[in-house]
């Protein structure tokens, strides 16, 4: 009965398919994880705005010609180097810096955004979802290093859904049919398909040699094959080829992207550098990367960890205050300072950073330490309540937090 009842439409190709999601559920699930899995990914690429209003501009253009065009399609530029892009249910597109600086010209940003389109609006998401093929997300920049044991399990709720939804891998049945129709937009909206082949192409070539941030990034979650070029090839071949390329416009509008390259190459450095235990040599490097582009919020929360590393607590506050000043919103941010801000014994400042940074992103770790705060403050209930909240995850932050909550309710 289950199986007859949920048995629904793909409205891109038509098929029958499972449909235990109804579309209202897909089109909140999609706006309620859009800004937390934005910055469990890096955030929003502020320093650039007019980066994102073209990128904005490219996807819409796209989006009016999908077999979806109603839905509240929605695009965003990630302030990430990985090389990724990715879409949550009801149309919630990102796409990370790191890729755009690999692109020649607008085709092939509008190929791979057409990609995601298609991911949206043939609910690929959503089957996912009810297949069960989600994966253990952590959390990028939480730690110097995404291994970092201490971070992991650290997302609560529906961000950690989130960002499993965008970091879980497609399998080839979806990515060939992204690539299928997401050419199909290509031709319908005006832009050259080859350029579609093209980047698949260099794909593949960059995942046989295992190129780094890739193999992290876009071939995590979107592998390549020589399968997907040949049936572009053949796509192409019978659509014919020809379009808008738009390799000067593109040019343009990623000039500031390009010049201030450095900058980032600088902050990754030195987050390699630390991961390394090099601390003085990280900070060296990003010290680099804020002479370049100093109002980059990611910049000062990097240093600021490096500084606490190197036991410097009052340094780390200086940065953390200006990294939250830059982009107040960003979570991470908030939840660094809150932290730092706790091991100087500044209650207030604690209480107030972590609590702003669970409004956005909750996560286990402030949970844990918002009980903290409430005992040393003698607010047992209150401690109570956070430790317990603490203690739903998983691994030594919910092991510390069910200790504490024992000790209170002994």
């Given at each position: 009965m289950l199986l007859l009842t949920g048995c629904a439409v793909n409205p891109v190709t038509g098929e029958k398919q499972l449909s235990l999601i109804g579309e209202s559920q897909e089109l909140a699930l999609g706006a309620e994880q859009y800004t937390p899995t934005q910055q469990t990914q890096g955030g929003q690429f502020y320093v650039d705005p007019e980066l994102?209003?073209?990128?904005?501009?490219?996807?819409?253009?796209?989006?009016?010609?999908?077999?979806?065009?109603?839905?509240?399609?929605?695009?965003?530029?990630?302030?990430?180097?990985?090389?990724?892009?990715?879409?949550?249910?009801?149309?919630?597109?990102?796409?990370?810096?790191?890729?755009?600086?690999?692109?020649?010209?607008?085709?092939?940003?509008?190929?791979?955004?057409?990609?995601?389109?298609?991911?949206?609006?043939?609910?690929?998401?959503?089957?996912?979802?009810?297949?069960?093929?989600?994966?253990?997300?952590?959390?990028?920049?939480?730690?110097?290093?995404?291994?970092?044991?201490?971070?992991?399990?650290?997302?609560?709720?529906?961000?950690?859904?989130?960002?499993?939804?965008?970091?879980?891998?497609?399998?080839?049945?979806?990515?060939?049919?992204?690539?299928?129709?997401?050419?199909?937009?290509?031709?319908?909206?005006?832009?050259?398909?080859?350029?579609?082949?093209e980047l698949q192409e260099i794909f593949l070539e960059m995942s046989k040699g295992r190129e780094a941030g890739f193999v992290d990034g876009l071939f995590a979650t979107h592998p390549p094959s020589s399968t997907r070029v040949r049936e572009n090839s053949k796509l192409v071949g019978k659509i014919g080829s020809g379009g808008y390329r738009g390799a000067d416009v593109y040019q343009k509008k990623t000039a500031f992207l390009r010049k201030v390259q450095p900058a980032y190459d600088a902050h990754d450095e030195a987050m390699k550098l630390a991961s390394d235990g090099d601390m003085n040599a990280a900070l060296t490097k990003v010290d680099e990367a804020i002479n370049v582009l100093p109002r980059e919020a990611m910049f000062y929360s990097l240093r600021g960890r490096i500084h606490q590393e190197l036991n410097n607590p009052d340094k780390a506050s200086a940065d953390f205050e200006k990294a939250v000043s830059l982009y107040p919103e960003m979570f991470i941010y908030r939840l660094h300072s809150g932290l730092n801000a706790l091991t100087l014994n500044n209650l207030s400042k604690a209480r107030e950073n972590l609590t702003r940074a669970n409004e956005v992103v909750p996560t286990s770790i402030a949970f844990l330490r918002l009980g903290d705060i409430?005992?040393?403050?003698?607010?047992?209930?209150?401690a109570i309540a956070y430790y317990s909240k603490a203690a739903e995850s998983s691994g030594d932050i919910a092991e510390e937090a069910r200790r504490k909550l024992a000790a209170l309710t002994q």
């Open positions: 994102t209003l073209y990128v904005r501009e490219v996807g819409q253009k796209m989006a009016r010609v999908s077999d979806r065009p109603d839905l509240p399609y929605e695009f965003v530029v990630l302030n990430s180097s990985v090389p990724n892009a990715w879409a949550l249910p009801g149309g919630k597109i990102a796409i990370n810096r790191g890729l755009l600086v690999k692109f020649d010209d607008e085709a092939q940003l509008a190929s791979v955004l057409g990609h995601e389109i298609v991911h949206a609006a043939a609910r690929h998401s959503v089957q996912r979802m009810q297949q069960g093929m989600l994966i253990n997300a952590g959390v990028a920049g939480l730690g110097f290093a995404l291994s970092d044991s201490q971070w992991s399990g650290l997302l609560m709720g529906g961000a950690a859904m989130g960002a499993q939804l965008a970091l879980a891998q497609y399998g080839q049945g979806d990515e060939l049919e992204s690539d299928h129709y997401g050419i199909v937009y290509m031709k319908k909206a005006g832009y050259d398909p080859q350029a579609a082949v409430a005992v040393k403050e003698n607010n047992r209930k209150e």
